[in-house]
């Protein structure tokens, strides 16, 4: 099943390029096979539900699927490009509070950071190299059954995942989140991940939010995060975002503010980088396929390197 997702998500994707979109019979073309792409993941979730006991015509299980192709671009590291899968599929014979999930958990781990680039986390790819087949599949190659609102009569939502990642890595992962709002204006966000691997051992990372809105369509936002990495080496980074977010009519999103971060080693944290970057985020063409480009400015000490341009460019298909 990973395999036939993984397949169908390349396929998604080259269907989605602009490329295709230039004349109006490839437009009806792509609405075709994003139809049966939803077909597909809507048989597959009702299958999958009637295994677990009777389904309610009423409430039928449902999926949903993001495809996303992340491209980078800096001049130290040149070019690159990565493919990246998410997928949910719901199951109300399980009381609502059972789901599949599927792909890359990391677009999960970092679901609050808006800055989507963090340069503690890119490796250098080979030279001449512009992708990593190997690391793209292992990233994507995840499933695992997720049990929610454990905790939710004590105001806490949380996540617990048991399956199976990179092909081999049995893991289990528990994700737990509050929020406080202090008065109309201003709330705080506290969300605690934690997963342990057979084969990635330990991983945890922490997401601390303090959100000051200003209208039903804008706040500021500052957002800080730990991540722990302990496998053969331990590696701990920290980094805070402080942006501004403007949501628009049409599903459009612009943010923009500055990021800082770094590492901890040996008990004392340092600063590796900072800058500013700014993003926007909008549908294309399509109600469910969006183009989200990002330009930030910044520098690497680790790697003596000094502040750059560089750019982000992310195309998502909804289905």
């Known amino acids: ?12 994707l080259l269907i989605a390029l602009p490329a295709t979109l ?18 597909t993941l809507h048989s597959w979730s009702n299958a ?7 389904p309610d015509p009423n409430s039928p299980a449902s999926a949903n699927l993001r495809i ?39 677009l999960d781990n970092h679901a609050q950071d808006k800055n989507q680039t963090t340069p503690n986390y890119r490796e250098p790819l080979e030279k001449d190299k512009r992708y990593d087949r190997r690391q793209a599949k292992n ?55 934690y997963r342990y691997g057979f084969n990635s051992k330990h991983y945890l990372r922490t997401n601390f ?39 628009f009519a049409g599903y459009k999103r612009l943010n ?9 080693e040996h008990k004392k944290a340092t600063l590796n980088q900072y800058g500013p970057f700014i993003t926007w985020r909008q549908p294309i063409l399509r109600k469910w396929f969006f183009i ?3 330009v930030h400015f910044y520098n690497n000490k680790k790697l003596e390197r000094k502040h750059t341009l560089g750019a982000f460019l992310r195309l998502e298909a909804i289905f």
């Open 22 to 39: 230039s004349a109006q019979q490839n437009q009806t073309v792509l609405d075709k096979q994003h139809a049966n792409v939803q077909s």
């Open 139 to 193: 990233d994507n190659s995840s499933i695992a059954l997720r049990w929610s609102d454990a905790f939710k009569g004590l105001g806490i939502d949380s996540d617990f995942d048991i399956g199976i990642r990179s092909g081999a890595d049995i893991f289990a992962r528990l994700k737990v989140s509050k929020e406080w709002k202090h008065n109309d204006i201003y709330s705080t966000r506290l969300e605690q991940i």
């Open 48 to 54: 999958i539900d009637d295994w677990f006991g009777e």
């Open 209 to 247: 939010e303090n959100k000051l809105t200003q209208d039903k369509n804008t706040f500021v936002n500052n957002h800080t995060y730990l991540d722990y990495k302990n496998n053969l080496d331990e590696i701990v980074t920290w980094g805070n975002s402080l942006y501004r977010e403007h949501n």
């Open 256 to 264: 923009y503010g500055i990021t800082v971060g770094g590492y901890i």
């Open 68 to 106: 996303m192709l992340d491209n980078q671009w800096n001049r130290y590291d040149g070019y690159s490009v990565k493919p990246r899968v998410r997928a949910k599929i719901r199951l109300p014979t399980l009381k609502k509070r059972f789901s599949i999930m599927i792909g890359d958990e990391d």
């Open 1 to 12: 099943m990973q395999d036939y997702i993984f397949k169908l998500s390349a396929i998604s």
């Open 292 to 294: 989200q480009p990002e």
